[in-house]
């Protein structure tokens, strides 16, 4: 089995489990986290669509990707919402934390040239980022909520996926988007 064929099965498997996970979070979780569970795959899916087929995308499909893009922002920063309301500051600090992880990534694959002129900083910023985030897991897990602890520890790897993603060489992305 080639590298490649290894990473795309690794991707195929995360995006079967942030599946599944979803499905976890309409039968057992609050309408926050469910909401927030099924923004963020929507965000993914319309992430690898644009790293993986961004130069074969017409004008027509990247205006529908981007209006999804913004639907499903919302939903995020709702959810986000939701967990201040209700008083979940762990779930709020993780969202906030996610979305500094996606501005960032936004970074990289938008600005190539400005990437490449602070790389050390970017990856700093990074590694601060995915660490808080890697230290929420055992906070839940010790808290008790498995489901909470779980989900973080898939969306690390599905993000882990991500980061090979924007750093491996392509041709098929466009700026155009």
């Known amino acids: 089995m080639t590298t490649q064929t290894a990473f795309h099965r690794f991707k195929a498997a995360t995006f079967a489990l942030l599946a599944a996970n979803l499905t976890l979070y309409a039968l057992l979780g609050r309408p926050s986290e469910l909401v927030d569970a099924a923004a963020w795959l929507v965000l993914l899916v319309l992430f690898e669509i644009e790293t993986a087929h961004g130069g074969r995308l017409s004008a027509r499909q990247r205006q529908i990707i981007h209006g999804l893009r913004l639907a499903a922002a919302a939903g995020v ?101």
């Open 77 to 177: 920063l709702a959810a986000a919402a939701g967990y201040l309301i209700e008083g979940e500051w762990l779930d709020a600090a993780n969202a906030g934390l996610w979305l500094a992880v996606v501005l960032l990534l936004e970074i990289e694959v938008r600005f190539p040239a400005a990437m490449g002129r602070r790389r050390e900083s970017f990856l700093i910023v990074a590694v601060v980022l995915y660490a808080a985030l890697l230290m929420l897991v055992p906070v839940w897990a010790w808290r008790g909520e498995w489901l909470d602890a779980w989900d973080a520890a898939l969306w690390l790897a599905a993000f882990f996926a991500i980061e090979l993603n924007v750093l491996a060489p392509r041709t098929s992305y466009s700026a155009q988007s």
